[in-house]
């Protein structure tokens, strides 16, 4: 049962990364919400470091869908624990960038606290 539920939230996370990247090709404006002030999604060589990051983020959306169809919960498990330092990460980018911290905390902390959780789900399975 417990599979389950942290499968289906896998895949929401999956899904959530894949439509951030793509909102991010489509609408460059969009990467404000990431938290950086001053963030200059006019600037055309600034815009092609978002499309860099875009397509990264569509990556590893797919990955958990390919991990999500083809592995065991122990891989995805484990693949998810690892992909947590991205929102860490984030998070800290956001910080060090005196950005706003509701962005670091509420966006990206939240994002590697659900990722930790449903990894440790999987683990433990």
């Known amino acids: 049962m417990l599979t389950n ?3 289906v939230l896998a895949g929401l996370i999956g899904a959530g ?8 090709l489509w609408a ?3 990467a404000v919400d990431f938290g950086i002030p001053g963030t200059p999604t006019e600037d055309r060589t600034f815009r092609a470091w978002l499309s860099v990051k875009a397509v990264r983020d569509i990556a590893a959306g797919l990955f958990v869908f390919v991990l999500l169809l083809g592995a065991t919960p122990h891989l995805l ?3 998810l624990l690892a992909a947590t330092v991205i929102p ?3 998070a800290l980018i956001v910080l060090r960038s005196n950005g ?5 905390y509420g966006i990206h902390g939240a994002t590697a606290s659900v990722m930790l959780t449903i990894s440790l789900l999987l683990l433990l399975a």
Do not use: E, L, M, N
């Open 28 to 30: 460059p404006q969009a």
């Open 100 to 104: 706003p911290k509701s962005a670091a």
């Open 88 to 90: 860490v990460g984030d």
């Open 5 to 7: 539920v942290a499968y």
């Open 17 to 24: 990364i894949v439509f951030i990247g793509a909102r991010t």
């Open 77 to 79: 498990g484990w693949f």
